[in-house]
């Protein structure tokens, strides 16, 4: 995007993801259908950059911590509507509906999106300047420790997912109402954190900020972690 600009690429992002919706939905084996779901998250990282273009450091965390509160908000939402459309017409149906979703997207960035990138940088993609630039980003204290902690984070919120619908209805023995109620309350303490994230970065600033969410999710994981090696049989633990 350094080099072509935003626009091109957030519409070739969005028509990988159709694409990879509509391959989800057509898919006749586990091994294709994560294939073409792998080929769908990594679509998903093209629009991010704009955040860059349009924001200083601190007002683009605000703006990012508004976005992310619309996508607890869209998580809270998912979960009920995916059930309904998949108990009535079959799991290929809400793939179909994620085809359509982004189709919208794609639409919406074709009629209304402007190009954010002010200049491109026409040494972008030669080999030498990437080797620099990713040198240069590997070496930086800041980076590895924003980086650090949001794949922890996100490792960790997503090896939770992944288990917990086996943990809590089969091991737990909770019903899948209950189990549908806990995700939802895991979603409204994501909407709640982005709320207060917004607050605290214009009280306290990026790094103070970001520290205390990096205690916050240590301390959550390390007390599941206890929990689980003591075999504490208990949801509410968890």
């Known amino acids: 995007s350094d080099r072509w600009g935003r626009r091109p690429v957030l519409l070739a992002g969005l028509v990988a993801y159709v694409l990879a919706a509509l391959g989800c939905a057509l898919s ?8 073409w779901r792998t080929v769908q998250g990594a679509a998903m990282g093209a629009g991010v950059i704009v955040v860059r273009d349009l924001y200083a450091p601190v007002e683009g965390a605000h703006a990012m911590s508004r976005a992310l509160t619309g996508l607890g908000i869209i998580a809270c939402l998912s979960g009920p509507l995916g059930g309904l459309l998949a108990s009535h ?3 290929r149906a809400t793939m179909v509906a994620l085809c359509c979703f982004g189709a919208m997207a794609l639409l919406l960035v074709l009629l209304r999106f402007e190009e954010t990138l002010a200049r491109p940088n026409p040494q972008a993609l030669r080999p ?4 620099r630039t990713w040198v240069q980003i590997l070496r930086h204290p800041s980076f590895l420790a924003y ?11 997503f090896t939770y997912l992944a288990a917990s619908s086996f943990t809590f209805i089969q091991v ?3 019903s899948p109402t209950a189990y549908g109620l806990l995700l939802s309350c895991n ?3 994501y909407i709640t954190g982005t709320v207060l994230c917004r607050r605290l970065l214009v009280r306290w600033g990026l790094r103070r900020s970001i ?4 205690l916050l999710s240590a301390t959550g994981g390390t007390l599941m972690g ?4 003591a075999g504490v049989q208990n949801g509410w633990a968890y």
Do not use: K, R
Request: net charge negative.
């Open 211 to 214: 520290a205390l969410a990096g």
């Open 172 to 174: 737990l023995d909770w």
């Open 187 to 189: 979603a409204a303490m």
């Open 147 to 157: 980086s650090a902690t949001t794949t922890f984070t996100y490792a960790g919120l």
């Open 89 to 91: 017409l079959g799991w």
């Open 128 to 131: 030498a300047h990437l080797a």
């Open 28 to 35: 006749q084996s586990m091994e294709s259908l994560i294939a």
């Open 226 to 229: 206890v929990f689980a090696l």
